[in-house]
């Protein structure tokens, strides 16, 4: 397929890498411009592009930014084909997104994106840490394979998510419909704590929606000020356990 990834952090770049090792046919931008793209993004065969020609000619977008910049992007989304398949991996941080009332008051992060960029979307890839996301993906049939939920209102593109997050390396698992998404968003049970497909369905199952803002800022500020800089805790699977302690 011809992808377009918008944003070259780390779940882009790891994107980038695994869906065109796959075989697909992807470009990737950033806000800096091509040039400003890490070689890694690259290495399996994408191309670096700008973000408008990112959404041309493609089937499927992958927006990867900050969850408060996407409602600015709509305009050069607006440039995607009409039928290409939107897909979103953030999620909403108030201390680093600011304040945003809907999302406060209970709005769906995701139904409140769609309606911001006026398209439909597909959830996927925003409940896995991108040092798990970089480094634990297994061939299918692995034993202990990390799961991934996907989650949108189109059953064929809900499909389309769980397939492609398949080729990154991990188990599409199916979380239903973008209203009920908020139980992959931070705070919930499967929210970065690396489960597979036998432990998704009760996780997703057991999040409770009133507890959910709570959780995400005590466990940010938890995080935080646990992992510091990074180099308190170079094991990429501390944060994993981390997690797991706050959310399960």
Known sequence: MKIGIIGAGNIGKTLSRTLSAAGHEVKIANSRGPATIDPEALSTGARAVDAADAVRDVEVVILSIPFNRMPSFASVLSAAPADAVVVDTSNYYPLRDDRIDAVDGGE???????????????????????????????????????????????????????ALVDQTGFDGFDAGPLSESWRQQPGAPCYCTDLTSDDMGAALATAEKDRLPKRRDISIAAIAERVGDGTTNPDSDYAVRLVRAIFM
């Open 108 to 162: 769906v992060e995701s139904v409140w994106l769609s309606e911001q960029i006026g398209r439909p979307i597909v959830k996927a890839w925003n409940a896995i840490g991108s040092a798990s996301f970089a480094e634990k993906g297994v061939p299918a049939g692995t034993p202990g394979r990390i799961a991934i939920p996907v989650a949108a209102d189109d059953p064929d593109a809900r499909g389309l998510g769980m």
